[in-house]
């Protein structure tokens, strides 16, 4: 038995518990307050919910975090980041926030964890050929990464259930990693990750369709902050000599966080093609597009699940191969992805189209 078994158990369990008993009270509270989510023309849901499930993820998280983990390696700024864009997600939640207010937030959070922890992508690992990287490109490009992979987690927050699905798949790989090749150095972030499932599964008991509470962006952007950390620690574990993937982390970490990187990628393409700015809402996003399929929301949350489920296995399976290759396969994976939603989404267009016509006919 591994020495951290029984603090990780605990730490799972404290945080799961601590979620699941503290979602029912602040659904009461939301409905008592009238602190609710007026449905839209963008929203899938069509009644008056609250929007602070992330305030009981966070309780969860924080609390058996601070118990149970050891702080040290990054973890205890970590923690401090999260606490900002709690604070940024909860004022969003409850009144509204601009997007540019949003993101000195987000510039507060990973400065700390950059500046004061040093935790950032320090080689390219030879992906272009580029290894050691800069010090100042180094710290511009892990300000995008975190930046990115957090509002790629919020974008994704569409249906019940989906963001947390999805961030509970990717907290699973990457704490496993680090369970059994952290070592000294990342084995905490192990903690991290089990810390913000028990969170996750705890509200994710109330979130599925029809789901009385959302996670909200007081969730979403601390979920998607953890996950961009324990992304970047993954990457740079590659670079120990017991790494289980060596030189190919990056690549696999990529892989790992397909789905909401697929997404964010897809949605800021298409609006800046059509001349519009990337940060402007509208029905585009890969689960807006299967529910148009004619899936349900249990489904569609279940088959991106597991679309991402298989991009783990087969980036791990084949993680022998390179960088290169991994990221060109992804690449052409993505592509195709996207046209074959793009041809679908032509066709039911154009059935709709005709469907009105006949229609007006008819009339």
Request: some cysteine.
């Amino acid at each position: 038995m591994n020495h951290l078994d029984i603090p990780l158990g605990l730490s799972w369990m404290w945080a799961f518990l601590v979620s699941l008993f503290a979602v029912p009270s602040i659904i009461y509270i939301a409905h008592l307050k009238n602190m609710l989510d007026t449905p839209n023309g963008r929203t899938v849901h069509q009644s008056l919910t609250p929007r602070l499930g992330g305030v009981a993820i966070f309780a969860g998280f924080m609390s058996a975090l601070t118990i149970f983990a050891p702080l040290q390696n990054g973890a205890k700024e970590l923690l401090a980041g999260c606490i900002i864009l709690f604070f940024v997600g909860l004022k969003d939640d409850l009144v509204g926030m601009s997007v540019s207010k949003k993101f000195v937030g987000q510039l507060l959070a990973t400065g700390i964890v950059m500046i004061m922890a040093d935790v950032r992508i320090t080689s390219f690992q030879g992906i272009l050929g580029v290894g050691t990287l800069p010090i100042g490109i180094s710290y511009a490009f892990t300000l995008g990464v975190i930046v990115g992979i957090t509002n790629a987690i919020n974008l994704i927050d569409g249906l019940d259930g989906l963001a947390g699905t999805i961030v509970l798949i990717i907290c699973g790989t990457f704490g496993y990693y680090f369970y059994l090749y952290g070592g000294a150095s990342y084995g905490n972030y192990a903690f991290v990750a089990v810390c913000l499932i028990g969170g996750l599964l705890g509200f994710l008991r109330y979130n599925f369709h029809r789901a009385p509470i959302f996670m909200g962006d007081t969730g979403s952007l601390v979920c998607g902050f953890i996950v961009s950390v324990l992304a970047i620690q993954f990457i740079e574990m590659g670079l120990q000599v017991n790494s289980p993937f060596s030189s190919s982390s990056p690549s696999v970490a990529v892989g790992i966080l397909f789905v909401p990187l697929f997404d964010t990628i897809r949605v800021f393409s298409l609006r800046m093609l059509a001349g519009r700015s990337p940060f402007s809402p509208d029905k585009n996003h890969i689960h807006h597009r299967i529910l148009a399929m004619g899936f349900s929301q249990i489904s569609t949350v279940l088959l991106l699940g597991l679309l991402n489920l298989l991009v783990i296995l087969f980036v791990i399976r084949f993680a022998a191969i390179g960088n290169t290759l991994l990221i060109t396969a992804l690449v052409c994976f993505s592509a195709l992805l996207s046209l074959f939603i793009g041809v679908y989404q032509s066709r039911i267009s154009r059935r709709q189209l005709l469907a009105a016509e006949s229609e007006a006919v008819i009339r």
